[in-house]
């Protein structure tokens, strides 16, 4: 299947470090996305990153794309306790696009 | 609306009964989409709709699972002769459905359903 594996499966830090996701995948892509969870609700988009791109920012996100290895990063500079949540990345097919596959999320603990 | 909505927010039911949850997309989106999650747990993908097209009904895991969609708008997921690992978060999401790769999702609270 083409479902994301998000690594580590939970990370706890202190506010003001970075804390860097993982996700890996198995097939070609168009993009790939970043979505955080708050409390088990709605996700919420953060960032998307198209195939042909390799790093994208957004404020204190910073996405890393590579294709060849089938991975993305994300990293959260200068954490901060609002950013507990868990954090998702979604891809999809290059001739399916509607379609997208979510991997089972980094649970993120920033503590105060 | 302002956003996807999503009802009820809670649902608690008796093994074997019948549930129904409800999406209303953000007015405009075409495309809207239904996921579960187990607790702790990735996000499953159940079905899709665009537009007039016929959905893509893939991710239903069972034929006690349907969907669906009204004048295009609001959709509705029923579950029959509901189980207990049938309880979960459900999840609705809508986008543009302009067919574009680079859609966002946008997504509703979600429905916690419990079958006792």
């Known amino acids: 299947s083409q479902q994301g594996e998000e690594d580590p499966q939970a990370l706890s830090i202190q506010e003001g470090e970075n804390a860097t996701m993982n996700c890996s995948y198995k097939t070609s892509i168009n993009n790939l996305q970043w979505y955080r969870q708050n409390s088990g609700r709605g996700l919420v988009h953060l960032i998307l990153i198209r195939s042909n791109e390799r790093e994208k920012h957004s404020g204190r996100l910073r996405v890393t794309l590579d294709t060849s290895k089938k991975s993305s990063s994300l990293l959260i500079t200068a954490s901060r306790a609002a950013d507990t949540a868990s954090y998702f990345c979604?891809?999809?097919?290059?001739?399916?696009?509607?379609?997208?596959?979510f991997g089972s999320g980094t649970k993120l603990n920033v503590k105060p | 609306g302002a956003g996807v909505s999503q009802s009820p927010s809670n649902k608690v039911t008796e093994k074997g009964k019948d549930v129904e949850l409800r999406c209303d997309p953000i007015s405009g989106h075409t495309a809207l989409y239904w996921y579960r999650q187990s607790l702790g747990q990735g996000l499953e993908f159940l079905i899709y709709f665009q537009g007039n097209s016929a959905p893509d009904k893939s991710g239903l895991p069972s034929d006690r699972f349907s969907a669906e969609r009204t004048g295009g708008s609001v959709s509705t997921l029923t579950i029959q002769r509901t189980q207990q690992e049938d309880s979960a978060v459900y999840l609705c999401a809508s986008s543009l459905g302009q067919r574009s790769p680079f859609e966002t999702q946008y997504f509703g609270p979600g429905t916690r359903l419990l079958v006792l």
């Open positions: 979604a891809t999809d097919e290059p001739y399916n696009f509607n379609k997208f596959y």
